[in-house]
């Protein structure tokens, strides 16, 4: 058979199969160019029917082959072209020192910022290898540049910030005063100077003036203070200590002193002595003490120690007022004590700003007046009220042996009243100063009536055949017999007393019998009527030992 190439047109679609054709018979003479295509070839049908180098590139069309035709490590760099392969071409991890040559990767192979210190072996990076103002202080670790790493003056004034450099870095004496400015603030450490000024301190003391001990304890004038501040002053001038605030709007304290510890009197917030006497204090609990240092109230004056009265004094100008208030938690002042310098009036308030009672005088005239329910009192004591339907006035005195009112006058020639009552302008009742008595004018005698007496009349009753009469409190006294009856000794009887007693028999007559303390004439005692609705009337005189009658009217009708 002659030897002819067999085109692809010619053979059928999988037509050739690996039995059809002898180990090594086709050989590259027998292909045409580029007349295989992979439709031409049955899987795995020619590995073994080709010969040795039998297939050249020109029979391969272009983009035929791919990956999975390529045995395992197939291609070495001499089947790589120049610059055929680049980073798509690489798996990541696929590159390691094995596969670089030597100096093969420069600059230009980095992308910027990809080398990182994982990078860098130990001590890679020389002086040589960076650029000059390559490094800023971004780069340094904080304390990685020590004394050895700076060169001889490289640090300038300059090159330190503001308040960077304090005492610790300095070595002891090496200030002098070369290099201190005029007028530093912040030296803590000078030894002894003669002569100081700052913004805040002018210091001419030619002696120890102020001590701070280790405990920030402050002694002025005392080098060995106990407390937080402690002056002492040994001189006679004019004051040891002075706040003086000369701000025209100032608001606040000028002297304010705070503790945290609750409020009570175990502690003082002021305590002011002289020598060991204690003249003024504050407690804890907000007492003032003056003259004591324990008070008990608010506010205490004490002047025991000063065998002396003790005063205090509100004082103001001639044309102004003073007043001391009393304040609750519902009102600022129900009442109060004032006195009105201008007017010479003192005036007390109580439970509204109405003022209850005002005392009138002047020291010039000693021309006291008390007022109450007045603030022009007319008299030495001069109440006025207005008290419908109840009493203007009580003076009681609840001892039982004590006494009432007492008016005392230095007149006794009894032209003056001595006690007077007024209905009106009118004068009813009066009590001379000789001690006469007139009602409804003035008294001729002892005691005057100007129309008429009466002595009110008291029932007085007999209860087991004996009746008991009080001769103060029924002077006046009537008895209906119900019983055959005794009248007792009268009690509260005083000598000079005149009693009366009205006998009215009931429907039934009674026998009366009478005590041993009552006389009658020719000492014997009268027999009661004995009739029925009939009266007697008997007047008694005490002497000071026995009642004696003065007077009878019997067999009275009683209508």
Known sequence: MA???????????????????????????????????????????????LAANSITAAMIPND?????????????NEHLADDAVDSDELAAGAVDLAHMSVNSIDSDQYVDGSIDSAHLAADVVTGAKIADDAIDSEHYVDGSIDSAHLAADVITGAKIADDAIDSEHYVDGSIDAAHLAPAQTNITSVGTLTSFRSTGIDDNADALAITIDSSERVGIGHTSPDRKLYVKDSSDSA????????????TGTVIKAITDRTANSAFNLMQLSASTAVKFVVQGDGKVGIGTDSPTYQLVVDNQAGNDAAYIQ??????????????????????????????????????SDDIAMTILGHASDNSTKVGIGTTSPGYSLDATSSQAGNWHSNIENTASDGYGLRIKTASTSGSQVGFGYYAGNDLHFRIMTDGKVGIGGSPTTGCTVATSANISQVAITSSSNAVAWDAAAAANAYHLTTENTTFSEPTNGVEGAII??????????????????????ASTAPTITATANKTDILTFR??????????????????
């Not at 035929?64 to 070495?76: G, M, P, Q």
């Not at 004051?239 to 100032?250: D, M, R």
Request: aromatic fraction near 10%; charged fraction near 15%.
């Open 64 to 76: 035929l082959i791919d990956s999975e035709h390529y045995a395992a490590a197939s291609i070495d």
């Open 3 to 49: 030897l002819t190439k067999v085109t692809s047109n010619v053979i059928a679609t999988n037509a050739i199969s690996g039995t059809l054709i002898a180990d090594n018979a086709i050989t590259a003479a027998h292909i045409a160019e580029n007349a295989i295509t992979q439709t031409q070839i049955a899987a795995a049908a020619l590995s073994d029917a």
């Open 314 to 351: 509100i004082k103001t100008d001639n044309d102004q007022s003073g007043y001391l208030f009393f304040g609750d938690g519902d009102h600022n002042y129900p009442a109060s004590i004032g006195y009105n310098h201008s007017t010479h009036k003192m005036s007390f308030s109580a439970g």
């Open 542 to 559: 005490f002497n000071g030992l026995v009642w004696q009658e003065i007077g009878r009217v019997q067999n009275l009708a009683q209508t």
């Open 500 to 521: 009366s007693v009205e006998i009215a028999q009931g429907g039934t007559a009674r026998t009366i019998a009478w005590h041993g303390d009552y006389e009658f004439a």
């Open 239 to 250: 004051g040891t200590i002075l706040a003086y605030n000369q701000g025209a709007s100032y």
